[in-house]
């Protein structure tokens, strides 16, 4: 897979401007060598090579500067230069630094086209600035007016220099930004000009007493020693600036799908390489990965300029594998050579003592820097880190991925068949439908008494491996019960849904062998569609199950859901007109759930649930009630009941010096009314009740599903200080790095996982995963479903903040908590007078 590059020409178009470049080069020093009647042509041999001995050192040497952040790098030709314009002849001084750059390039193996290029740019620039000193004077005097025909010179010399490197850059990169061009040029004639005024005042030290130059000796060496140790401390700070940035980063994305991104990317800088690269190996169900970051594309790409050699031998030998000008051996060196690269670094990334991957580096850049022993363990450090961000990223997948799927048959599981009909509810093309097919596996208990549960366990999986097989490419198909498989897909109609569950089932009645026994198997097949049986996934896949156990009463054994299948649906729709009686009269009652924090048993709030106890119906289940206020435009006024009376008893309990926090659910639907907050701090002012003594919490889906329209909610009930929770956490698909974003206070850990982490080793390992995550995040973590003191015990002991469930009690009336803090608990003084209540021990 590639991603979008920046456009590249090939390095050889460079000689599109060397020519040129060389021509001007001609035509400058033409007029010049004519006009120069009054001097020698060639200068001294001795001052001849004293200027080459200092146009050597200077072209060999590079300062390297921070300023504000941002590096300078400084090269010192114009000192030379100023000089030379004084004691050299025009020829002399072209030969001395055409001589002295040769030597330079050769030592350092440029390319060809770089070696012309930068040839070419030099003579230019330095005839440029022989015309014009020459034009105006020969350059004998020292006088004020001389110093201006040099700034003039040198400062032609590095124009034309910078606006050669400019054009070379724009035809090979496709183009230069007029910022670039700024940033690239301005520098470089300050620095000209800086250097410029150096080499007056050394010639000016000089012309005044030969004897000056010991002295300016001294000092350049004195600078050579504290830059060399200025440029050691500048590297180690940067070094380390750059792995505490890189290692932060790491942490922040390891779980957001970006951390190959911000890696590379940050690497290639780091290290100043060509190319970074990082490799992971195929391993279980994660198939191979190689991507790249290089320096002139703007995304990653799937290409590795590493030779296989060098990977291989740091897989086979755990250890670090460096090749370069001063690194390895002649064998890795003849491989570079080969695959024409000049340095690598390959650094493999451990898990134990298994080999998980490889981060990869090649090709320092600029031509003579090469890397070193520093580069080596900079790239380990970093190894090190990506590793453990790999691993974590990893196991969190795992985690996610086992909770979402069977662990017997491989499926999906319930969860992640509800998830996904949530998202197919949500996008539906006219004309079609979202069919929920239902299959039942008859027999299943007589084959587990007569034969053994592990002769089930294979019946099971051969049935989800031919469902598999047999399913359209587009279905999913998930194990949602014991003995039950569900498939969804979109479908033209009922029609073709009846006519494909028709064709599975006979399908899946084929003969299954087992070893000498052979078992045929039969099913009972429920049909529910979206949107003609509903938009709720859980609605759906009951309506389904309904649908699958009359399927067990007709001949046919496939059955299509109708309304007169489900009384409890048919009761909803008669349930509008006395809801909305029942909130006029106050016929809901409000019940309270007590919060503990399990460090201290300490009771810090309840939770408020409506309920409803209907004269004909008896009583209405939560989901049914909250659904009929939804469909009929009654939410507001139910969520507004449940407040009053939450904070009316929150007075209450404050003006008792018993304070206690109290928590309402919301829906989903009220995080999109623009005028909920504003109706919430009104009645935080009407009672009297401090904010953070209100937790709402909001389903997970609720923050998830549409993630930008409920955010200028939540952010204003966050700025008037009410807690926000995440209710039911870990059944949709956001992760804890997604709602650290949201202003929420609060994690509520799903009761499935709870409840099953006693016995289930996978929900053990994700509500400790979950109770980590959110205190390292700073968020409270709330245990839903507490029903045991072995689930206790668990959740006490990997630091689970407070505990909520029928341990320490069911949702009580006012009354019937009044008579339970009485019985349960204990008061105990509190520093500012007030008192808290503490249980005496857990029933």
């Given at each position: 897979m590639f991603r979008p590059q920046t456009v590249r020409r090939p390095e050889n178009v460079a000689w599109l401007i060397t020519a040129p470049l060389a021509a001007l080069a001609v035509i400058l020093v033409v007029p010049?060598?004519?006009?120069?009647?009054?001097?020698?042509?060639?200068?001294?041999?001795?001052?001849?090579?004293?200027?080459?001995?200092?146009?050597?050192?200077?072209?060999?040497?590079?300062?390297?500067?921070?300023?504000?952040?941002?590096?300078?790098?400084?090269?010192?030709?114009e000192i030379p230069l100023v000089l030379a314009l004084f004691y050299l002849s025009p020829l002399t001084l072209l030969a001395v630094r055409i001589a002295a750059l040769a030597l330079v390039q050769t030592r350092n193996r440029i390319i060809p086209v770089k070696f012309a290029f930068n040839l070419a740019n030099i003579v230019a620039g330095n005839a440029a600035a022989l015309l014009i000193a020459y034009s105006f004077r020969p350059l004998h005097d020292t006088a004020p007016s001389t110093w201006l025909v040099v700034f003039a010179a040198v400062g032609a010399n590095v124009l034309s220099t910078v606006a050669a490197v400019i054009g070379v850059i724009a035809l090979i990169q496709g183009g230069m930004s007029v910022r670039r061009v700024l940033r690239t040029g301005t520098p470089s004639l300050v620095v000209g000009m800086i250097t410029t005024t150096v080499g007056l005042v050394i010639l000016l030290a000089v012309e005044r007493s030969p004897w000056a130059a010991l002295l300016i000796v001294v000092v350049a060496a004195a600078l050579v020693v504290v830059y060399r140790a200025y440029a050691q401390f500048l590297r180690q700070h940067k070094s380390l600036t750059e792995i505490y940035d890189l290692t932060r980063v790491i942490a922040e994305t390891r779980n957001d799908g970006t951390l190959a991104d911000v890696l590379l990317g940050r690497v290639r800088e780091l290290l100043q390489a060509e190319c970074a690269t990082l490799w992971l190996p195929a391993q279980a169900r994660y198939p191979e990965t190689l991507l790249s970051a290089r320096v002139d594309d703007t995304g990653l790409i799937d290409l590795s300029a590493t030779p296989e050699a060098l990977r291989a031998r740091a897989v086979e030998t755990a250890a670090s594998v460096a090749a370069g000008p001063r690194l390895g051996d002649d064998e890795l060196r003849a491989?570079?050579?080969?695959?024409?690269?000049?340095?690598?670094?390959?650094?493999?990334?451990?898990?134990?003592?298994?080999?998980?991957?490889?981060?990869?580096?090649?090709?320092?850049?600029?031509?003579?820097?090469?890397?070193?022993?520093?580069?080596?363990?900079?790239?380990?450090?970093?190894?090190?880190?990506?590793?453990?961000?790999?691993?974590?990223?990893?196991?969190?997948?795992?985690?996610?991925?086992?909770?979402?799927?069977?662990?017997?048959?491989?499926?999906?599981?319930?969860?992640?068949?509800?998830?996904?009909?949530?998202?197919?509810v949500k996008v539906r093309a006219p004309g079609e439908?979202?069919?929920?097919?239902?299959?039942?596996?008859?027999?299943?208990?007589?084959?587990?008494?007569?034969?053994?549960?592990?002769?089930?366990?294979?019946?099971?999986?051969?049935?989800?491996?031919?469902?598999?097989?047999?399913?359209?490419?587009?279905?999913?198909?998930?194990?949602?019960?014991?003995?039950?498989?569900?498939?969804?897909?979109?479908?033209?109609?009922?029609?073709?849904?009846?006519?494909?569950?028709?064709?599975?089932?006979?399908?899946?009645?084929?003969?299954?062998?087992?070893?000498?026994?052979?078992?045929?198997?039969?099913?009972?097949?429920?049909?529910?569609?979206?949107?003609?049986?509903?938009?709720?996934?859980?609605?759906?896949?009951?309506?389904?199950?309904?649908?699958?156990?009359?399927?067990?009463?007709?001949?046919?054994?496939?059955?299509?859901?109708?309304?007169?299948?489900?009384?409890?649906?048919?009761?909803?729709?008669?349930?509008?007109?006395?809801?909305?009686?029942?909130?006029?009269?106050?016929?809901?009652?409000?019940?309270?759930?007590?919060?503990?924090?399990?460090?201290?048993?300490?009771?810090?709030?309840?939770?408020?649930?409506?309920?409803?106890?209907?004269?004909?119906?008896?009583?209405?289940?939560?989901?049914?009630?909250?659904?009929?206020?939804?469909?009929?435009?009654?939410?507001?006024?139910?969520?507004?009941?449940?407040?009053?009376?939450?904070?009316?008893?929150?007075?209450?309990?404050?003006?008792?010096?018993?304070?206690?926090?109290?928590?309402?659910?919301?829906?989903?639907?009220?995080?999109?009314?623009?005028?909920?907050?504003?109706?919430?701090?009104?009645?935080?002012?009407?009672?009297?009740?401090?904010?953070?003594?209100?937790?709402?919490?909001?389903?997970?889906?609720?923050?998830?599903?549409?993630?930008?329209?409920?955010?200028?909610?939540?952010?204003?009930?966050?700025?008037?200080?009410?807690?926000?929770?995440?209710?039911?956490?870990?059944?949709?698909?956001?992760?804890?790095?997604?709602?650290?974003?949201?202003?929420?206070?609060?994690?509520?850990?799903?009761?499935?996982?709870?409840?099953?982490?006693?016995?289930?080793?996978?929900?053990?390992?994700?509500?400790?995963?979950?109770?980590?995550l959110s205190r390292h995040f700073g968020l409270t973590v709330v245990a839903e479903g507490v029903e045991s003191e072995l689930t206790l015990s668990l959740l006490e002991e990997i630091g689970c903040d407070i505990g909520q469930g029928f341990l320490f009690s069911r949702p009580l009336s006012y009354d019937r908590l009044e008579a339970w803090f009485a019985a349960q608990t204990e008061p105990e003084p509190t520093s500012v007078g007030g008192e808290v209540r503490r249980l005496r021990a857990v029933p």
């Open positions: 010049v060598v004519a006009n120069h009647n009054h001097r020698p042509i060639f200068s001294p041999l001795p001052v001849t090579l004293l200027f080459l001995g200092l146009f050597l050192i200077v072209e060999a040497t590079e300062i390297n500067l921070e300023v504000r952040r941002h590096a300078l790098r400084i090269t010192l030709g491989i570079l050579h080969e695959a024409g690269i000049k340095d690598a670094i390959v650094v493999p990334m451990r898990s134990g003592s298994a080999v998980i991957g490889c981060l990869e580096v090649t090709n320092r850049l600029h031509d003579r820097a090469t890397f070193g022993a520093d580069d080596i363990r900079l790239v380990e450090t970093v190894a090190a880190h990506t590793a453990v961000a790999v691993e974590n990223s990893r196991l969190v997948d795992r985690l996610r991925f086992d909770a979402h799927h069977d662990s017997l048959t491989g499926l999906p599981n319930r969860r992640r068949m509800l998830a996904a009909l949530e998202e197919a439908v979202v069919a929920i097919i239902q299959f039942d596996v008859s027999g299943l208990r007589d084959v587990n008494e007569s034969l053994g549960h592990s002769a089930g366990d294979k019946l099971l999986a051969e049935v989800a491996r031919r469902l598999r097989t047999l399913a359209p490419p587009a279905a999913l198909v998930a194990r949602v019960g014991g003995d039950e498989f569900a498939m969804t897909l979109r479908m033209v109609g009922l029609d073709e849904a009846a006519e494909l569950a028709g064709e599975l089932r006979q399908a899946l009645q084929d003969p299954m062998e087992f070893g000498s026994l052979t078992l045929d198997v039969d099913t009972a097949v429920g049909i529910a569609v979206h949107p003609d049986h509903g938009s709720d996934p859980a609605a759906l896949l009951q309506r389904a199950d309904v649908a699958t156990h009359a399927a067990k009463t007709v001949f046919s054994a496939v059955q299509i859901f109708n309304l007169g299948l489900e009384s409890r649906s048919a009761r909803r729709l008669g349930l509008a007109g006395d809801l909305r009686r029942a909130l006029e009269n106050d016929e809901l009652e409000v019940v309270f759930q007590p919060k503990v924090t399990l460090s201290g048993r300490q009771l810090v709030g309840v939770e408020c649930l409506a309920r409803w106890d209907h004269g004909a119906h008896g009583s209405v289940a939560p989901e049914d009630f909250v659904a009929v206020a939804e469909h009929t435009g009654q939410l507001n006024r139910l969520t507004e009941t449940v407040l009053r009376e939450g904070l009316r008893r929150c007075r209450q309990w404050a003006d008792a010096s018993r304070p206690l926090n109290v928590a309402v659910n919301l829906s989903s639907r009220t995080l999109l009314d623009p005028g909920f907050p504003a109706r919430v701090s009104a009645l935080l002012d009407e009672y009297g009740v401090p904010p953070r003594q209100l937790t709402l919490e909001i389903s997970e889906a609720g923050v998830t599903s549409d993630s930008e329209r409920p955010l200028p909610t939540l952010r204003r009930l966050h700025e008037l200080g009410v807690r926000l929770a995440v209710d039911d956490f870990g059944t949709g698909y956001s992760s804890l790095s997604h709602l650290r974003k949201l202003p929420v206070d609060e994690v509520k850990i799903d009761r499935a996982f709870v409840q099953g982490m006693a016995t289930d080793p996978g929900d053990l390992a994700i509500v400790r995963a979950v109770v980590d």
